[in-house]
């Protein structure tokens, strides 16, 4: 009888952590491992709210990586849940990742994170991402100041975006795996619900569409989905909570233009992520101060 991979002795295993500052291209950087978006992305910082998982299979071995939110000083209820979650995962993993970017070579929350990394003493990459907003030049000082600050087992200048030097990632991450059990299936490339999948991608959308604290007042909820198999369509009934009703006539936008906007945006995301036809009935709701009310936040998945 022939061993699964997961039965072989040699099988190799590892969580890994993306850890940065926000907006560094934490979920670029997944997606681009992955080769496929499972983390939504925006310009914005403070995107990701969740630690999310994306499995990268390998002959032989297997990857689970954990975007997390970007970690950075804060107060406010719903972003101190985010930093939480991923401050955890400087527990929960093998490697971690630190992830920052080029233009900025300093940023506050660097003292932060190292602080985790110095007290977890896991193997650490310190990836340097954005290297083609600059000169190469730039890049010599801020690897010298990073090493100085802590001894990375490497250091690895990255674009996410272009694809850059992220095979030397996976390289470098490869080295380090140790043996373990397969702990996810072939098939299977992130551990998200459908239903979060579908909140985030519409998130996505309220993020490019809309200005100032409105992402950030924002959350989705998806109340149904419902496959209709003879017409080859899927119903997706989504919910945006916002926390005030002046924010729920931005999100609406005059005759509507706002969320129809968001919503055909989100069902052309939805139609490729799941190749079916989508019918989104999106409305909004105000559910004041959601962002600060303990409860409403664990309703809201934070
Ligand atoms: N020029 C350039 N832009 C990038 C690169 N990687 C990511 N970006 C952009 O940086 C912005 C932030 O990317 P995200 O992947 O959402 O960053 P993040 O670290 O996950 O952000 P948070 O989830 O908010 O912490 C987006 O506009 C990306 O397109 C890169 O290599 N080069
Ligand atoms: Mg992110």
């Known amino acids: 009888m022939d061993l699964t991979d997961s039965e072989k002795a040699d099988y190799l295993s590892c969580f890994i952590a993306i850890i940065g ?3 560094v291209g934490k ?3 997944l997606n681009r491992l992955l080769g496929t978006k499972v983390a939504i992305v925006s310009p914005k910082p403070q995107t990701t709210r969740n630690r999310i998982l994306g499995i990268y299979h390998g002959e032989g071995y297997q990857m689970a990586f954990m975007d997390t939110p970007g970690i950075h000083k804060t107060s406010t209820p719903l972003h101190k849940s985010m930093v939480a979650s991923a401050q955890e995962a400087f527990y ?4 971690i990742m630190v992830v920052i970017e080029m233009p900025r070579p300093d940023d506050p929350e660097i003292s932060l994170i190292l602080k985790n990394v110095k007290k977890t003493k896991k193997p650490t990459l310190l990836i340097i991402n954005k290297t083609d907003t600059g000169p190469k030049e730039n890049l010599l000082p ?3 100041a990073y090493c100085q600050r802590y001894p990375f087992d490497a250091v690895i200048p990255i674009s996410a975006l272009k694809g850059d030097g992220t095979d030397r990632v996976i390289e470098e991450l490869k080295a380090r795996l140790r043996p373990g059990p397969e702990f996810f299936p072939r098939d299977m490339k992130t ?3 459908e239903s979060f999948l579908v909140s985030e991608i519409i998130r996505e959308k309220i993020y490019f569409h809309t200005r100032r604290e409105l992402p950030y007042s924002s959350a989705v909820s998806v109340e149904k989905i419902e496959e209709i198999p003879e017409k080859d369509l899927l119903s997706i009934y989504a ?6 009703d002046s924010q729920k006539a931005i999100i609406i936008g005059h005759k509507g233009k706002m969320i129809k906007a968001i919503g055909r945006a989100a069902r052309l995301d939805l139609e490729k992520m799941f190749g079916t036809h989508i019918y989104l009935d999106l409305v909004a709701r105000v559910e004041k101060n959601w962002s600060k009310d303990t409860k409403a936040l664990r309703r809201l998945g934070y």
């Open 21 to 23: 500052p926000p907006n």
């Open 27 to 29: 979920s670029t950087l």
């Open 92 to 95: 929960e993993v093998d490697i």
């Open 142 to 144: 801020i690897i010298e």
């Open 191 to 193: 551990d998200q619900s």
């Open 239 to 244: 919910r945006i909570h916002v926390e005030s």
